[in-house]
């Protein structure tokens, strides 16, 4: 079993920036890795994804503000979040997943303020 940790939550103002950190107690190689966020009252939706090999994949609300990136030697996944808006606000989850292994962190909350 392998614990997901994210940090780097917290509140901003619109335009800021925040970037949040995964680490994982085990190796995350050969794994693919994402983000998602979550709202009261709706689905957790994707921001943003990175393969094993590197590809990544973004949702269009965050195209050109966000960059997802990791660190294989370090096990974390990080994702840096630049202009930020208040619809940004969600509660952010770390995903590690490669076939049928899928491990969730439990989540930071980002506020942003208008």
């Known amino acids: 079993q392998v614990q997901l940790v994210e940090s780097g939550g917290g509140a901003v103002q619109a335009g800021g920036s925040l970037r949040l950190s995964c680490a994982a107690s085990?190796?995350?190689?050969?794994?693919?890795t994402g983000w998602y966020r979550q709202t009261p009252g709706k689905q957790r939706e994707l921001v943003a994804d990175i393969t094993s090999g590197g590809s990544t994949n973004y949702a269009d609300s965050v195209k050109g503000r966000f960059t997802i990136s990791r660190d294989n030697a370090k096990n974390t996944v990080y994702l840096q979040m630049n202009s930020l808006k208040p619809e940004d606000t969600a509660v952010y989850y770390c995903?590690?997943?490669?076939?049928?292994?899928?491990?969730w962190g439990q989540g930071t909350q980002v506020t942003v303020s208008s």
């Open positions: 085990g190796s995350i190689f050969g794994m693919n």
């Open positions: 995903r590690l997943y490669i076939k049928w292994i899928d491990y």
